[in-house]
């Protein structure tokens, strides 16, 4: 949906003009956001994530953390364990990887094809020359063959490589982006564990899109469109995309806005037998909502014998959402976290069980996975401090192929090459980028664990973090850097208001006043404040 | 992502991308840089405090609808069954309002005007008009197919009766600005002569008044309408006050009418104009207890080029002209209706108005205090978590205050809460 370019224009000159006689407020994208409603009459589309900040992340911080703390000279792989393990709760498989963070779900119709095979030969390389085996989530467009007929316990990839419609659609795959030089000896082998979606558009061709991926996830929505369907426009449905998806070519695909055979927590439980028995019991099923009731949410998922739970904030990327419904809609990560995790450590308290959040060595609780503006190592740590188990990225990796944010990921004029255009990308550079990504984080993340006398990134606890801001403090119940939670704040401030109060009045009332000022004193003494709730 | 943050994050995982280490961490940075805004906030940031109010979408625990396949009803009614013969029936809540894109030019009459007849005749669609001057009505020519509504002066009132006739007789509804010589009176008058709604718009000189409103509605008013423009310049507790804080006021004030007699609010409509400007805060708005929102620049932004090129400069457009203009209004209307649809189906519902205000979490303390919404992650406004918090400590040091005291201390809590931090 390419907008003509006078409304580029326009919109330079109604800046000055709206600006100058009102207060600011409308910004330059409200600005081309109107115009472009008023040019073609459709509903404003966006790519990636929602305008909004996600100030709660800089509001935390991880005290004493240095993510280039190297001083011990000791740049060991094994000395801090970052192992992240998946499934076991009801699955008979457990996904163990060896980073906290996974490629989250990114389909292959929202990518071209040529980012798709940079991330599946740099995660390639990660395991094969770093020992790195990161987890790959399909998204919803289904996988490409590569993906689902080379994982090393399958069939040897000399008699996949004689199914003739593979090898042609594979061959036709490459023709067209010009790629034949890639061996497909090359591609066909995968060596990191693959998650495949199972979304309400249902697009994949056959059951092998179950039966080979190491996990499945459920998809209930996403962060970027929480209650609105997928959308794939018209013009980015080619004749090879809409083969791989199982659907009618240059036409929109449009997956629902909910699973129709979803519709309450009786169906999700009846959906995930049903993959359980299609995968024989074997696959961790995983179960993804976008961040709004969240505490509900999670409460039903974890009776529907799942073993995992992903949550993505609203701030979460996507390849195409309406603008409107992108920001409008949903709540942030962080206090999305807190609110599943309050839910998983109810049911587990009605369960006579305690939860132990954050990467517990016991494969049979329910893993909490999130998603949504983490980008970097620190954001990973803090997660994972808050109650994390796992983290997905998404909008990390983009950038790290090249992605310069111009948004306009459901256009065909992606500037960097990775989301459709006639931008070449640069695969091997790209994967080198991506390797050098993964690599620098795991440090980095080692190296935080390091600096704060931890072992594994998973000892990384909420009392490593403190909080910079009040509206911060009242999410996480974390304290700022002197010990004072929101509450001393609060207190603090009734005390002042009560003192003045009763020393401005005709009668003071000795005995409270004097209370008064010892109780202030008290608060202000910072001792007595550590630990948050001076009354608890 | 914040368009003034992409820089940052963009150049710091470019670094650790092409050589493996990077000297500082995104979050690091973003901090750094945005450490004043925790402590100053500016009258833009009130400005824009929509932006951190955001709606609960539709998942497991209540499935969502498809806005292309499931029919998602944005039709409001103005005009109470108990006072009002004939109501107006709008196909979304919107009326088209504001001098800025009627009086400035020359041809907007007219182009409003085939633009809405076009939409009523195409799609079906009903959307009200409001016109400030009686003479402006005649520009509108004959074949309305849309309703109008009148803002009458108060000198038709007082000293014309046959003009007020006339008035009466061409409009659908009117809308009348409540003043303290004249108000109730008048109003009781006015709802004798004319069968359609009667619209009490609330200005800045009457809105703290307690009685003003239930006054209005025991004479039959149907509606209260606002124009919060000329609120927010005002300073209420500590600071600016935003458009939702009046809407929130003024559904109080409707909403306590009501409960005190014990009855059902039988469609008193209240009609909100002023930095509502995206179907994401008419939503928003709605969800508050906005019933109608009055929009208007918007309209003028999405025509933009025309008014830069023609409607300013006054000269006067040839109908070819007329009609893309109307057209471009009647596509943005289009596309507004699909969106407030697209939200609604995604929050999980039908119909626009079963949005509420439990619907709402903010990201943000000064929002979570003007419209009373909760914080997300939290699930308890700002003020219940300061008035559990006090009620804690008054409990534990055994210290009594009457209520009167108790309103004063909470009052300064929150006034001075930015000047404490």
Known sequence: MPYSRDVLDLKRRLLNEVTSGRTGYFDTVKIIREARKAEDGKVPYAGMGARAGNEYFESLEILGADINANYLGNNSRNDINTSFKIGGRYSDNVIDTDAPFFVSGMSYGSLKLPAKIALHLALNRLAEEEGIRIMMNTGEGGALPWELYSSAEMCSHNAMLQNEAIIDYTDRLLKAHNLESFGKEQLFRRLYPLVTQYASGRFWRDPSYLLNADAIEIKIGQGAKIGHGGLLPAEKVTDLVAENRGIPSYRAAHSPSRHLDILGPEDLVAKVLELREITDWKKPIIVKIGASRVYDDVEIILKSYADAISIDGYVGGTGAAPLEVRDGIGINTIPALELAKDAITDYYSIHGRKYDHGGSNDNSSCKLLVHGGVWDSERIAKCIALGADGVGIGTGFMLTMGCTLVQDCYTNTCPAGLTGSFEKLDILSTVDRIVNYVKGTLQELRNIARSLGKKSIYEIKRDNLVVTDELASIVTELSFREGRGYHNLIYQKITDELLQMSSSSSTPQPSTTSQLQNQSDRLKEKSILKGGDPFY | ?421
Request: hydrophobic content about 35%; aromatic content about 6%.
């Open chain 2, 1 to 421: 992502m914040k368009e003034e943050d992409k820089y940052i994050i963009r150049k710091s995982l470019l670094e650790l991308a092409t050589k493996g280490v990077r000297s500082t961490s995104i979050d690091r940075e973003l901090s750094a840089k945005n450490s004043h805004r925790i402590s100053n906030i500016s009258d833009n940031d009130i400005h824009n405090l929509w932006d951190s109010v955001t709606l609960l979408g539709a998942q497991l625990s209540r499935p969502a609808y498809d806005p292309y396949r499931e029919t998602i009803s944005l039709t409001t009614s103005i005009g109470r069954e108990t006072t009002t013969s004939k109501k107006i029936i709008l196909t979304m809540p919107i009326i088209i309002y504001g001098d800025g894109i009627l009086n400035t030019a020359v041809d907007s009459f007219n182009v409003i005007h085939i633009a809405l007849n076009r939409l009523m005749e195409n799609n079906s669609m009903t959307i009200g008009l409001t016109i400030s001057k009686d003479n402006d009505l005649k520009k509108l020519g004959d074949n309305r197919k849309y309703p109008i509504f009148q803002k009458l002066s108060n000198d038709i009132i007082t000293n014309d009766n046959n003009k007020l006739e006339e008035s009466l007789s061409c409009s659908e509804g009117i809308i009348l600005e409540c003043r303290e010589d004249n108000s109730v009176d008048i109003f009781k008058d006015l709802r004798n002569k004319f069968a359609g709604p009667v619209i009490a718009e609330i200005t800045n000189n009457n809105f703290s008044d307690d009685m003003i409103i239930p006054l209005l509605l025991d004479v039959g008013v149907d509606g209260i309408f606002v124009d919060t423009e000329e609120f927010t310049k005002s300073f209420g507790h500590g600071g600016k006050r935003h458009t939702m804080a009046i809407i929130c006021e003024l559904r109080h004030a409707i909403d306590s009418y009501y409960n005190k007699r014990r009855k059902n609010n039988d469609g008193v409509s209240l009609i909100v104009s002023g930095n509502i400007n995206s179907s994401g805060n008419i939503a928003k708005a709605i969800a508050l207890g906005a019933d109608v929102i009055a929009y208007g620049t918007s309209l003028l932004i999405a025509n933009a080029e025309v008014h830069d090129n023609y409607l300013l400069k006054k000269i006067s457009l040839g109908s070819s002209d007329i009609d893309a203009i109307a057209e471009k209004i009647c596509k943005h209307l289009k596309a507004t209706r699909m969106e407030i649809k697209a939200i609604t189906a995604a929050m999980g519902y039908s119909n626009l108005h079963n949005i509420s205000s439990s619907d709402l979490r903010t990201s943000n303390i000064e929002a979570s205090i003007q419209g009373d919404i909760l914080i997300e992650g939290v699930e308890k406004s700002y003020i219940e978590i300061l008035e559990s918090l006090f009620d804690k400590y008054l409990q534990k040091e055994g210290i009594q205050i009457d209520d009167m005291q108790r309103q004063r201390i909470m009052l300064s809590l929150i006034g001075n809460r930015r000047i404490l931090q």
